[in-house]
């Protein structure tokens, strides 16, 4: 079968749990594996026959509704190796769900959850290989909805494909665990009322490349989005959710529906407040952000990344002493990674072994 010829001729290590890989220089970039998942349904709305095939180009009518009109999701979520070998997925259950919050406001059928996350398994396990050792990285785990049918009116497609593939990552920024510069930016919006930031839509990410290029290109890592109204409420980054610290009390913007509802962002609203924390989930002004204690985001892609400066209106104010991450951004980064590592008891429940 395709499965057993592409397992031979993958490069033999000598080890076969791993592929030859330098697991040090990973960071987030697309690193291509063995198998990716791949289910269709048609217009009776049932996904069926999901199955294993070699990675690679799927094949699209260039009249494919996700490729004029974006009817397309997203998810991410992460896979970790423990000492013991086991895999562990990090609460798969609450993508499957927001995939389908998401494919209900872009009238796609979605997966089951029973489907979501069978095939989110099947397609860990047979990468197997690429899930990085303990400590070197993980397993990005990149599940799509689209609209593959054809279509040429404004409409939802008749036919559409689940995908998941994987991919090796280490850190998302380019700095590492460094703090992270953020450019507010008040030209753009990400999101508006009534609009989509609250799902994970493709063309949400399409949006705020181009702010992110100008905010790099000036020397910071990313865009802090203000709401659309007001231009003074803070949202979110292009591609996390934003945390404030002021004394015991953590605060992020509240779910209002531009705000797209990071599993990241709830896990550590939970930590917090089993540690002690006073947690408020409400509108931040750019003003009480820049006068916070301790800046940083979340999200399966960025985990907790500390916030080493703002920069708003030419006036870039400094977190933390000599580019160091504050102790409440490190005390919840310890404990939420020791969660998805599978290195305390998972009190609550959020991984899955494989
Ligand atoms: C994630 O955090 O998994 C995301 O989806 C962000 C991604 C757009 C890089």
Same mark, same amino acid.
């Given at each position: 079968?395709?499965?057993?010829?592409?397992?031979?001729?993958?490069?033999?290590? %000598? @080890?076969?749990?791993?592929?030859? +890989? $330098?697991?040090?220089?990973?960071?987030?970039?697309?690193?291509?594996?063995?198998?990716?998942?791949?289910?269709?349904?048609?217009?009776?709305?049932?996904? @069926?026959?999901?199955?294993?095939?070699? !990675?690679?180009?799927?094949?699209?009518?260039?009249?494919?509704?996700?490729? $004029?009109?974006?009817?397309?999701?997203?998810?991410?979520? *992460?896979?970790?190796?423990?000492?013991?070998?086991?895999?562990?997925? +990090?609460?798969?259950?609450?993508?499957?769900?927001?995939?389908? &919050?998401?494919?209900?406001?872009?009238?796609?059928?979605? /997966?089951?959850?029973?489907? +979501?996350?069978?095939?989110?398994? #099947?397609?860990?396990?047979?990468?197997?290989?690429?899930? /990085?050792? @303990? %400590?070197?990285?993980?397993?990005?785990?990149?599940?799509? #909805? &689209?609209?593959? %049918?054809?279509?040429?009116?404004?409409?939802?497609?008749?036919?559409?494909?689940?995908?998941?593939?994987?991919?090796? =990552?280490?850190?998302?920024?380019?700095?590492?665990?460094?703090?992270?510069?953020?450019?507010?930016?008040?030209?753009?919006?990400?999101?508006?009322?009534?609009? @989509?930031?609250?799902?994970?839509?493709?063309?949400? !990410?399409?949006?705020?490349?181009?702010?992110?290029?100008?905010?790099?290109?000036?020397?910071?890592?990313? =865009?802090?989005?203000?709401? /659309?109204?007001? $231009?003074?409420?803070?949202?979110?980054?292009?591609?996390? $959710? &934003?945390?404030?610290?002021?004394?015991?009390?953590?605060?992020?913007?509240? #779910?209002?529906?531009?705000?797209?509802?990071?599993?990241?962002?709830?896990?550590?609203?939970?930590?917090?407040?089993?540690?002690?924390?006073?947690?408020?989930?409400?509108?931040?002004?750019?003003?009480?952000?820049?006068?916070?204690?301790?800046?940083?985001?979340?999200?399966?892609?960025?985990?907790?990344?500390?916030?080493?400066?703002?920069?708003?209106?030419? *006036?870039?104010?400094?977190?933390?002493?000599?580019?160091?991450?504050?102790?409440?951004?490190?005390? #919840?980064?310890?404990?939420?990674?020791?969660?998805?590592?599978?290195?305390?008891?998972?009190?609550? %429940?959020?991984?899955?072994?494989?």
């Amino acid at each position: 079968s395709r499965f057993s010829v592409r397992m031979t001729t993958a490069h033999n290590t %000598g @080890t076969p749990d791993l592929v030859d +890989f $330098n697991w040090d220089a990973l960071g987030f970039q697309l690193v291509p594996t063995d198998f990716m998942y791949l289910m269709r349904c048609s217009s009776d709305g049932v996904f @069926t026959n999901g199955e294993l095939v070699p !990675y690679g180009p799927i094949e699209l009518n260039p009249a494919a509704a996700v490729l $004029n009109y974006g009817q397309g999701l997203l998810e991410g979520l *992460r896979a970790h190796r423990k000492e013991d070998g086991s895999i562990l997925l +990090f609460r798969p259950h609450e993508n499957a769900l927001r995939m389908r &919050i998401g494919a209900d406001r872009l009238c796609m059928p979605a /997966p089951s959850v029973e489907q +979501f996350l069978e095939a989110v398994k #099947l397609t860990v396990l047979a990468n197997k290989r690429w899930v /990085p050792p @303990t %400590g070197k990285g993980s397993l990005y785990i990149r599940p799509q #909805l &689209i609209g593959s %049918g054809a279509i040429l009116g404004v409409a939802p497609a008749p036919q559409y494909t689940f995908i998941v593939f994987v991919c090796p =990552v280490g850190h998302y920024f380019k700095d590492g665990l460094s703090p992270i510069s953020l450019l507010t930016e008040e030209e753009y919006h990400r999101a508006a009322p009534g609009g @989509t930031g609250d799902i994970k839509t493709i063309g949400n !990410y399409a949006s705020v490349v181009s702010a992110q290029r100008r905010a790099k290109e000036k020397g910071h890592s990313d =865009v802090l989005y203000l709401d /659309p109204i007001h $231009n003074k409420f803070v949202e979110e980054v292009s591609s996390c $959710n &934003i945390f404030m610290v002021k004394g015991n009390v953590i605060s992020t913007p509240l #779910l209002t529906g531009t705000i797209l509802p990071g599993i990241t962002r709830k896990s550590v609203i939970g930590i917090a407040q089993n540690l002690g924390f006073q947690v408020e989930e409400r509108n931040i002004t750019i003003d009480e952000l820049l006068g916070a204690d301790e800046v940083f985001c979340t999200g399966t892609a960025v985990v907790l990344s500390p916030v080493g400066s703002i920069t708003y209106r030419e *006036r870039k104010v400094e977190y933390g002493k000599n580019q160091e991450a504050g102790v409440v951004s490190q005390q #919840l980064y310890a404990a939420f990674t020791a969660i998805q590592k599978g290195l305390v008891e998972d009190s609550m %429940g959020w991984t899955l072994q494989l």
